[in-house]
């Protein structure tokens, strides 16, 4: 079966600070991986998704970009980040062909 | 637009009832569903997964899909407090590709003693 990792667990980050966010998965090879954010009280918002290596898709056009460099580790990053980035960050995957999606455990993200 | 609803909640149940949570969709060609359990300040964990019409039961929970009504329900029997969560359902769209889906913005469920 497959694991997510991904870390840091929690940040706080001033307004206007980088931010690079990291996602490795195992247990599995050419994953689809997604990265969500979801805001306090609200539902999951995906923002960018990846079905290989260099091949990043976006759904969100924001300050926020990803990066696959890697089959299993994907990486969210910022130049400058917003109060509204604030929110909790999850990378998911699921195995090519199938539906099903495998949730890492997050990162607390508190912009300040 | 694809859209998957959820009533908000909280639905509130007792311990050791059964708990009815629902959710419709939009895209009549979807192809698979899906149940996430979230705990607050948790990621989402796949507890059900469901593809053809019909029930599919696993311990305590059944799923039941309806494409002609374009509903999913999850049925939780025996309610306990810990079944208290978030529950999201998922829609995966028609044909193959890179699987993007639809999620509803969950049912809260508080199971109370």
Same mark, same amino acid.
């Given at each position: 079966s497959q694991t997510i990792h991904q870390w840091p667990a929690t940040l706080v980050q001033p307004v206007g600070s980088p931010l690079s966010l990291e996602c490795t998965v195992e247990g599995t090879s050419n994953p689809n991986l997604y990265w969500y954010r979801q805001a306090a009280g609200r539902g999951l918002q995906l923002l960018f998704y990846s079905v290989g290596i260099g091949q990043i898709s976006s759904e969100v056009p924001q300050n926020l970009s990803a990066s696959r460099p890697q089959d299993r580790q994907f990486i969210l990053s910022s130049k400058k980040l917003l109060l509204s980035d604030s929110g909790f960050y999850l990378c998911a995957s699921n195995l090519l062909g199938g539906g099903e999606q495998y949730f890492g455990p997050g990162t607390r993200l508190t912009v300040t | 637009q694809k859209e998957v609803e959820q009533n *908000? &909640? $909280?639905l509130s149940v007792p311990e050791g009832a059964i708990a009815s949570l629902n959710c419709t969709y939009s /895209?009549? &060609? *979807?192809q698979s569903f899906f149940w996430y359990r979230q705990y607050s300040g948790k990621s989402p964990e796949l507890i059900m997964s469901i593809y053809s019409n019909g029930d599919k039961e696993d311990g305590r929970f059944t799923a039941q899909l309806n494409k002609a009504s374009q509903y999913v329900s999850l049925l939780i029997r /025996? +309610?306990? $407090? +810990? /079944?208290s969560a978030t529950y999201l359902c998922a829609v995966n769209p028609a044909a &193959? &590709? *890179?699987?993007i889906p639809t999620f509803g913005r969950g049912t809260s469920l508080i199971v109370h003693p």
């Open positions: - | *908000s &909640g $909280p /895209d009549r &060609g *979807s /025996d +309610s306990q $407090p +810990s /079944d &193959g &590709g *890179s699987y």
